[in-house]
């Protein structure tokens, strides 16, 4: 076993030195058995891959991928109501201590995502010192390198503090609208809503082109999101406002007490590397995308001519 385990630790050491699209594609064979097709993309995996490596304007990708940054952004777009209220926002972590209160606060980085820290009540003396230092550890972070994701190298970190919504009880329901452009004023879209992210193995539910009947479920536990259907349906609206410029964007929300809040845009959805896309919906949201494919030609040759070695394969 030790054998073993020495041979994988070298084989993911030799990984990490590839470059990063060789990774993608020795990553993306792990988990779906399969090469996946930048050349051509057809499904969306695919073609998030194709956005990393190929063809995406990373530099605007990166501005709309500050959680700071987009705030100014969605102001102006559709306006601030829909902003969650920024308490504080700092590149020094110890300024932290001038808050007046910690309770029912979020902290977190505006350069990346899995960095956060939850709090609903005041936390002692100990705590706060702990939560500093986590905070000074996210800013050396280089998200980017995370999942092979390069705008988010372009973001300059710092740490925010963010007013918590929710009953305190259960993490709030993600609402994401997953939108497509179809370049004539229209869209199509599949709203991916996750919860139960307390729980071991979190929820999802996936409604295609409509908001009433969910396409596929993944450890459903009865989520009825009938209440919220005024709410999502504005939430809608509004991301057909802010995807207007884009092939694809997925909009994130929150919606608490019929207030309906902006969570973040995402333009590299899981990397790449999205599981759970059943029922032939990631073949369905690649059909749905129609991706701009400029600057295709002789950039992607020597990413489609990888070939895995047998020793990485049974690896």
Request: proline share 4%; hydrophobic share 35%; net charge neutral.
């Amino acid at each position: 076993m030790s054998f073993k385990d020495e041979l994988r630790r070298s084989v993911l050491y030799f990984i990490k030195k590839m470059p990063w699209s060789y990774q993608d594609r020795l990553y993306y064979f792990h988990k779906f058995r399969k090469l996946p097709n930048i050349r051509q993309p057809k499904v969306f995996n695919e073609k998030v891959l194709y956005r990393k490596f190929v063809h995406g304007d990373h530099q605007c990708y990166s501005r709309l991928s500050d959680k700071y940054l987009v705030r100014e952004y969605i102001a102006e777009a559709i306006g601030d109501e829909y902003l969650i209220p920024l308490l504080h926002e700092t590149s020094d972590p110890t300024t932290l201590l001038t808050l007046a209160s910690w309770d029912k606060t979020v902290i977190k980085p505006n350069h990346g995502s899995n960095m956060v820290e939850i709090l609903l009540q005041e936390p002692d003396s100990l705590k706060k010192q702990q939560i500093i230092q986590s905070c000074h550890e996210w800013l050396k972070t280089d998200f980017s390198g995370e999942a092979r994701e390069i705008h988010y190298r372009y973001i300059k970190p710092r740490i925010l503090v963010e007013q918590y919504i929710g009953d305190g009880k259960s993490a709030p329901i993600d609402y994401k609208f997953h939108m497509f452009n179809k370049r004539d004023g229209s869209f199509e879209y599949v709203l991916q809503v996750i919860y139960n992210r307390s729980n071991p193995a979190m929820s999802m539910n996936f409604y295609v082109n409509n908001l009433q009947d969910a396409y596929h479920k993944i450890r459903d536990t009865g989520l009825d999101i009938t209440p919220q259907l005024n709410s999502l349906n504005h939430a809608l609206d509004l991301s057909k406002k802010l995807a207007t410029e884009f092939d694809y964007v997925r909009v994130d929300w929150y919606v608490q007490e019929d207030r309906i809040y902006f969570g973040e845009l995402t333009f590299t959805p899981g990397a790449g590397l999205v599981t759970g896309l059943d029922r032939g919906l990631n073949q369905m949201m690649g059909d749905m995308w129609i991706q701009d494919r400029a600057g295709l030609v002789g950039k992607i040759d020597a990413v489609n001519e990888v070939k895995i070695p047998a020793m990485l394969k049974k690896i």
